[in-house]
């Protein structure tokens, strides 16, 4: 029988706190690594955990949990079998013809209700195969933090992946099927017209967000007043310097945060991002925050998921289909905007800091190839 946590010494309460951060700790050595450490040494480690895992990789143990509970009746054992990795392809990547007249095929009804239940399942049909390559590699990457080898690379998982691929085609579908381009932008910007808390709030994300580079959600969510830096005044001719700040990112979906990534603000954003700062009174911390309807400002930093709402509530404000623009349009939008005024590739990758020239340039080609002279040959 478990002891009450009052009388649960300082080693059994470290020993379970270590036990909330199993995913990637070698659990048989929980007991030795609760005596070897303090109470903040074990507070650091869960800090470093959910910091350094990052939201995706959290969001995947979240689901891969569940899933593993939910088909096979226990938690994910470490490492996991290769039937079991079988079993987690044959569940998610599957015929939806071939399921019409065998409703065995595919993953389980009672294993899709029990996860759709916990809001871990939301779309319908298989899973596209990168998600699932995606999940895996997480899978892995958990289990090699373990200490542990699994049957990842196996030939017959790969195949198994390929061979689901090959046979039921799925097109790809963009993130958000509209880009913020530079004419959108400045329909939702209109609607932030007033000095309310708001409305400055919400133009400053808009054009913080699309002028450092297309910053992804979580990056303008966990923005905060430590990683801006006031640069020198950018001299125009003919006009006043133009107000300069430093992004510096940190840590990234693409980066480790060892490196100090930069990106730059001029003008009009700076402007924008100093009048909301001004008017909440932030000077440390968080510099996007949810505002009240009594018009005050939380402590708490905006979430992914506030950010993605409040683009999507502005785009209705100016009378445009929400449902197909997401946070994603201001990352495309910025390199399909940066296309269409001219701007040379790796120039505009230096503010959005893609690694991959071949997915940077899938969105600064689509700018130009609907009307461009290879698609108007006859």
Known sequence: MAKPK??????????????????????????????????????????????GMGDNTLRALTYLEAWGLAAAGHSLPWPAPEALLLKFVAHHLWDPQHRETDPDHGMPAEVDENLRSQGLLKS???????????????????????????????????????????????????????????????????TCATDSLSDLRDRAILMVAFASGGRRRSEIAGLRCEQLTVEPPIPVEDGDPLPSLAIHLGRTKTSSGEQDEV????????????????????????????????????????????????????AQM?????????????????????????IPLPE??????????QQASSYYNNATRRSGRAARLL
């Open 318 to 342: 100016a009378g445009l289909d929400s449902g197909k623009f997401s946070a994603h349009g201001i990352r495309s939008g910025y390199l399909t905007e940066a296309a269409n005024r001219g």
């Open 124 to 190: 319908v049909g298989p899973h596209a195969p990168a998600t699932v390559r995606r999940r895996l590699a997480n899978w892995s990457t958990l289990t090699k933090w373990r200490g542990l080898d699994g049957a990842f690379a196996s030939p017959a998982l790969k195949s198994a992946i390929r061979l689901a691929a090959r046979a039921v085609p799925r097109t790809r579908g963009r993130k958000s099927a509209k880009a913020f381009t530079g004419d959108v932008l400045a329909k939702l910007l209109a």
């Open 6 to 51: 009052t009388s649960l010494t300082a080693v059994e309460r470290r020993a379970d706190e270590l036990d909330t951060i199993a995913a990637v700790l070698p659990i048989e050595r929980r007991d030795e690594l609760a005596e070897l450490l303090t109470d903040q040494d074990v507070e650091t480690l869960r800090h470093l955990v959910n910091q």
């Open 348 to 357: 505009a990758m230096e503010q959005s800091r893609h690694r991959s020239v």
């Open 263 to 314: 990106v730059y603000l001029t003008g009009r954003p700076v402007v924008a991002l100093n009048a909301w700062m001004a008017a909440a009174k932030i000077e440390s911390g968080s510099v996007f925050r949810g505002v009240g309807r009594s018009g005050t400002v939380s402590r708490r930093a905006l979430d992914p998921q506030s950010v993605n709402a409040i683009l999507k509530q502005r």
